[in-house]
């Protein structure tokens, strides 16, 4: 039986917050007959505290679970998080050293001194590294702190670190194609790589919404259009709220905003809410993933809203939004996925950061039933096609089955 280390630092774990792609691999991965270790810190990102090992050493896995010690820090953009997660890459190496003896090791990129942590000593070990690409620093870091030249010798030692790493893969698992051709490039490799979208299981997501729609109150005639995400610097919430405003305007007291999610811009964005009346918007906070399902089919347009300059690709919630079957007003910049907008047909590519645009955009899409109905029909078909995670994560075995000579 080969044994393989999957490591991520921002794993969700049982009764936690935060996303479910790594513990879904080493379910997946476990399943198909591979011993696995699920390597992650004794720090919970999402809820930013220490984690309760011995309530976790008490719940039930298919894989084994491994912690590697990281202090943690208070916000995703921090100076504590770099020295964090370097106390975590050493701790990762010591790690690995004891444990060995693993035939493959697949390993989650940010962050990049981690990844370069696993990447090396696989090299050591000469065995099999690949990377699951699912977002790119510091290209993000540069949205929340773009000074010419100082930023650039700032995150100059995650630059570093990701070409280091992205010299040493064997194969390359990205979460868009954007992020699975980023590694090379720099790098003059010939090396397996295959796109595998966060996704979703749509059976879990159609359970939450059968589950949690009879509790969420919709009121006739009203008309909603949600976001549901991290409300944070990337993430173009407050021309959500001020759109909400112009439709208030125009009269359209029927339109409501619904925003799911928490962050750091949530306070804010909250306050901006009521100094400007807009009375048609909810700030409705985290909902744990099935009521979010239902919330979300209960809607009739999704928002994939992003601010001009965020490097975001094609991410976590868009598996969710098309399962949701509703049509999608996308602000993202990413040319890969304006592009599957436009040719999949699930929605409308919008210019972000434009309140007109947006309230427009949302009063053509409110007279068009006919338009709606089939791009909620598209989303749901590709959702069923190429974001259900019990088909699209297959590839992710056929990659581990070619790097480690199981075909």
Not at 99 to 116: F, T
Request: with cysteine; glycine share 6%.
């Amino acid at each position: 039986m080969k044994k393989i280390a999957v490591i991520s630092m921002g794993v969700k774990l049982d009764n936690e917050k935060g996303y479910s792609r790594f513990r879904y691999i080493g379910d997946f991965l476990s399943d198909a007959g591979y011993q696995v270790d699920l390597i992650t810190t004794t720090f919970q990102h999402w809820e930013k505290a220490q984690r309760k090992l011995d309530e976790i050493k008490k719940e039930d896995y298919k894989f084994n679970l491994k912690f590697i010690y990281e202090p943690g820090y208070k916000k995703n953009i921090d100076l504590r998080r770099i020295h964090s997660h370097r106390i975590a890459a050493k701790n990762l190496t010591k790690l690995l050293e004891q444990e060995g003896d693993y035939d493959l090791i697949y390993c989650e990129i940010p962050p990049n001194d981690v990844a370069l942590a696993a990447a090396e000593y696989a090299k050591k070990k000469g065995i099999p590294f690949v990377p699951d690409v699912n977002d790119l620093w510091p290209e993000a870091m540069h949205m929340v702190l773009d000074i010419p030249v100082i930023s650039n010798i700032l995150f100059y030692p995650l630059q570093r670190d990701a070409e280091k790493v992205y010299s040493l893969v064997s194969g390359i698992i990205g979460t868009s194609d954007e992020y699975r051709d980023r590694p090379l490039k720099n790098q003059m490799l010939h090396v397996p790589k295959k796109t595998v979208y966060v996704g979703n299981e749509i059976t879990e997501f159609d359970a939450g919404v059968k589950e949690y729609s009879s509790e969420i109150e919709k009121k006739e005639g009203e008309f909603w259009i949600s976001y549901a995400g991290t409300i944070g610097t990337s993430y173009d919430i407050k021309t959500m709220v001020l759109a909400g405003k112009e439709l208030l305007n125009r009269g359209k007291d029927q339109m409501k905003i619904k925003i799911l999610g928490g962050g750091p811009l949530k306070e804010e964005l909250e306050t901006l809410a009521k100094e400007q009346d807009c009375t048609n918007v909810e700030f409705v906070g985290y909902a744990p993933y099935p009521k979010m399902a239902a919330y979300l089919a209960k809607s009739d347009i999704l928002v994939n809203s992003f601010v001009k300059k965020a490097p975001q690709s094609i991410v976590t919630k868009i598996g969710d939004y098309l399962a949701a079957g509703r049509p999608m007003i996308n602000t993202c910049m990413s040319p890969e996925f304006r592009e599957k907008v436009e040719k999949d047909g699930f929605g409308i590519n919008i210019m972000p950061e434009d309140v007109t645009i947006l309230a427009d955009a949302i009063e053509k899409l409110y007279e068009d039933n006919a338009g709606r109905e089939e791009m909620g029909r598209k989303a749901r078909k590709i959702a069923e096609e190429q974001f259900d995670r019990p088909e699209s994560y297959k590839k992710i075995i056929e990659l581990i089955e070619e790097l480690t000579g199981d075909e």
